[in-house]
């Protein structure tokens, strides 16, 4: 690859860089086609001074710019067909009904090379050794094309508004047509678009670059998406709260009854059988002992002294089972809530 010779954009010299590539070697500069545009010019006014200088055909024509070159670098058809024919060589129109052009669509890959135009743009495509490469000056190198793909690349170009002409007769030899019939090429990565690479250079990050801006902008969208499935949750749970708030004031709820229970029940595996028995014996002897009163009410408290030595046998949890003690404690917790 390193072979093929290859002249980048500059300007809006893609007919200079188009037919260098084409010759594989630098024969034409800008001022060498902006002669030849000029003697092109002067014979486009002789023939028109044939019908008579005064003329207003003559008078307009001299007044117009040149259409085969301007200041800017472009060269026209006439200018190109002029420069190869300095090598013996000419351009056939690839949609005409000339037989080359019809045995160039029935099978590219029998020709040498292709020129093609679009706005003013020129470029070529050519065979070096056995294989086709693109030689587009907009390229940052040669582009490998495979036979296969040949028809379909000189097709979307056609559909694209393209002008393509078929080159004609015996092109100089050159080095890379010699070293690519021996060793032909291999290119694992496609060259890139001239203006592609200085967007990369100047957004410092190319493709990744794009990628972490795409990311963020995802990243974005799920956090505001988030935020507003938080504000609506916290919506509902005040409104909840509002409903519930009366009543959650008088009772507890089941939730931190669940709570409590599953709080005494991680405190009791923590004990050993004996110690467990024991504090649920404490916890139920101190829910049925006397209640304190008030000192105008001594001949009641005798009286529920007497009432609870009495029931003492009926109090006695002693031979109760741990089940049994679970059971009885659970329903006196719940009966003093």
């Known amino acids: 690859m390193e072979s093929i010779f290859h002249e980048k954009q500059e300007g809006s010299l893609c007919a200079q860089h188009c037919l260098n590539a084409l010759l594989q070697n630098q024969y034409f500069s800008a001022v060498d086609l902006a002669q030849i545009g000029e003697r092109l ?42 420069a190869l024919s300095v090598w013996g060589l000419d351009v056939v129109l690839f949609n005409s009904q000339d037989p080359v052009a019809v045995q160039a669509r029935r099978d590219p890959t029998q020709m040498s090379a292709f020129i093609c135009n679009y706005l003013q743009h020129w470029f070529c495509v050519r065979k070096l050794g056995n294989q086709w490469f693109n030689l587009n000056s907009l390229l940052s190198g040669p582009e490998l094309i495979s036979d296969t793909y040949l028809s379909l690349f000189l097709k979307q170009l056609v559909e694209e508004g393209y002008s393509i002409f078929i080159v004609v007769g015996n092109l100089p030899d050159c ?42 902008r995802i990243s974005k969208e799920l956090n505001d998406n988030d935020d507003t499935a938080l504000q609506k949750a916290l919506q509902l749970s005040m409104e909840g709260y509002a409903q519930s708030c009366s009543s959650s004031q008088l009772k507890p709820s089941l939730e931190t009854k669940i709570t409590e229970t599953q709080s005494s029940s991680k405190e009791h595996q923590m004990l050993s ?65």
């Open 273 to 337: 059988p004996d110690e467990l028995r024991l504090k649920r014996l404490s916890f139920l002897s101190k829910s049925t002992s006397p209640k304190e009163v008030s000192v105008g009410d001594e001949s009641n408290s005798k009286s529920s002294t007497e009432n609870t030595a009495s029931d003492t046998g009926q109090n006695d949890y002693s031979d109760l089972t741990e089940e049994e003690l679970l059971k009885q404690a659970i329903a006196m917790s719940m009966e003093h809530s």
């Open 175 to 216: 080095e890379a047509d010699q070293l690519l019939r021996l060793v032909p090429a291999v290119q694992p990565v496609k060259p890139r678009l001239l203006n592609e690479k200085e967007t990369e250079t100047v957004d410092g990050g190319g493709e990744e670059d794009r990628a972490l801006k795409e990311a963020l």
């Open 41 to 82: 010019d002067e014979r486009e006014r002789d023939r028109m001074a044939e019908g008579g200088v005064g003329t207003h055909d003559y008078q307009r024509f001299i007044q117009e710019p040149s259409s085969n070159f301007d200041d800017s670098g472009f060269f026209s058809v006439q200018v190109i067909t002029e």
